[in-house]
Nanobody, 126 residues
Framework: QVQLVESGGGLVQPGGSLRLSCAVS????????IGWFRQAPGKRREAVSC????????FYENTVKGRFTISRDKAKNTAYLEMSYLRPEDTAVYYC???????????????????WGKGTLVTVSS
């Protein structure tokens, strides 16, 4: 059974950093493309970053380029999103996702997402 479980969210001050984790079960973390989405209150869910299967490339939404880094650790079967220089507008519920058909630049998931985590809340506020 496939499961994606996010952790690492919380309250952080503007300019601070946070690392989100996505523990994967039911498949190996580099079998599929892994992505991070976020949904702010009253807004649509948007793709923030993704990394392709195997040695796949990583992609980032424009507002997070240079601030966020996606990675994965096969030994821990976990994916990560390192977030730095956080801004109040980064406040959202962040979701981990997996896509069998890969991810690309724009749109990141043209063939959709197959598995979702339940999300973790990130609040950026002083």
């Amino acid at each position: 059974q496939v499961q994606l479980v996010e952790s690492g969210g919380g309250l952080v001050q503007p300019g601070g950093s946070l690392r989100l984790s996505c523990a994967v079960s039911g498949f190996t973390v580099d079998d599929y493309a892994i992505g991070w989405f976020r949904q702010a209150p009253g807004k649509r869910r948007e793709a923030v970053s993704c990394i392709g299967a195997g040695e796949g490339r990583d992609f980032y939404e424009n507002t997070v380029k240079g601030r966020f880094t996606i990675s994965r650790d096969k030994a821990k079967n976990t994916a990560y999103l390192e977030m730095s220089y956080l801004r109040p507008e980064d406040t959202a519920v962040y979701y981990c996702a997996a896509a069998v058909w890969g991810c690309y630049g724009d749109p990141m998931f043209p063939a959709g997402v197959d598995y979702w985590g339940k999300g973790t809340l990130v609040t950026v506020s002083s």
